[in-house]
């Protein structure tokens, strides 16, 4: 005879799945989402599908779909790498249409991650 609670194995399953739980750093996960609206065609807009971890050390890979008024929404994929001088310094971008460039990199860094217009234009996440 089992003493075991009805709720045990209900108890199991929630725990098994928070320790599948992304470690992804939320802060990254923001720039990165942050990096999303600037790579589609002006009047579009983004809805994130997910975020996971990305093949390489300090990269997020975001999932996304492009929706643009007039036209199918198409799903789409970016890396965001970050570097090792702070957790939030964004070395690279790559998506499924090709790297952002350097002088690209740099203004977006420069000039826009951090305005208001960045923050209103971030999608939630997935």
């Known amino acids: 005879m ?3 609670s009805p709720a045990a194995p209900l108890l199991l399953g929630l725990a098994l799945l928070g320790a599948c739980s992304s470690d992804i750093d939320p802060e990254r996960e923001r720039v990165c989402r942050r990096v999303l609206p600037t790579l589609v065609a002006e009047g579009g807009s983004v809805r994130v599908l997910g975020a996971a971890a990305g093949r390489e050390p300090r990269s997020i890979r975001m ?6 008024p007039g036209r199918p929404p198409v799903t ?17 971008v790559i998506s499924d249409r090709g790297p952002v460039g350097g002088a690209a990199l740099y203004l977006l860094k420069r000039y826009y991650l951090d305005t208001p217009d960045a ?8």
Do not use: H, I, K, N
């Open 76 to 92: 789409r994929w970016a890396v965001c790498r970050f570097s090792e001088m702070s957790r939030t310094d964004l070395s690279g």
């Open 63 to 68: 999932d996304f779909v492009e929706q643009r």
């Open 2 to 4: 089992s003493t075991a």
């Open 119 to 126: 923050v209103a234009a971030e999608p939630g996440p997935g």
